[in-house]
Nanobody
Framework: QVHLVESGGGLVQAGGSLRLSCTAS????????MGWFRQVPGKEREGVSC????????GYVDSVKGRFTISRDNAKNTLYLQMNSLKPEDTALYYC?????????????????????WGQGTQVTVSS
């Protein structure tokens, strides 16, 4: 059974930084990707970033390019999202996810249907 647990959310002023973590257990494959998604009330869950777990290649939605960095620590089975230059519009509930259909030989995808396993979410609030 795959289990994902996020941490690191909180309240920060605009321009500040936060680092989210997601500890994974139960994955028995190498060909999977992990991703970060976010959701605000009344809107669809949005893919933010992904990482091909075995290759380390990454992808980002345009709105966070240059500000967010996804990374992983294979030894600790932990996924990170370093978020810098935060904006009020980054305020959301952030989820980590894992899925084999998001894995590509050269990269990863961050569409919601590509992911099978989800964490419980961690709130990020950016004040103006």
């Amino acid at each position: 059974q795959v289990h994902l647990v996020e941490s690191g959310g909180g309240l920060v002023q605009a321009g500040g930084s936060l680092r989210l973590s997601c500890t994974a257990s139960g994955m028995t494959y190498d060909d999977y990707a992990m991703g970060w998604f976010r959701q605000v009330p009344g809107k669809e869950r949005e893919g933010v970033s992904c990482i091909n777990w075995s290759r380390g290649t990454t992808g980002y939605v345009d709105s966070v390019k240059g500000r967010f960095t996804i990374s992983r620590d294979n030894a600790k089975n932990t996924l990170y999202l370093q978020m810098n230059s935060l904006k009020p519009e980054d305020t959301a509930l952030y989820y980590c996810a894992a899925g084999r259909r998001a894995w590509y030989p050269g990269g990863c995808g961050f569409l919601k249907p590509q992911y099978d396993y989800w964490g419980q979410g961690t709130q990020v609030t950016v004040s103006s």
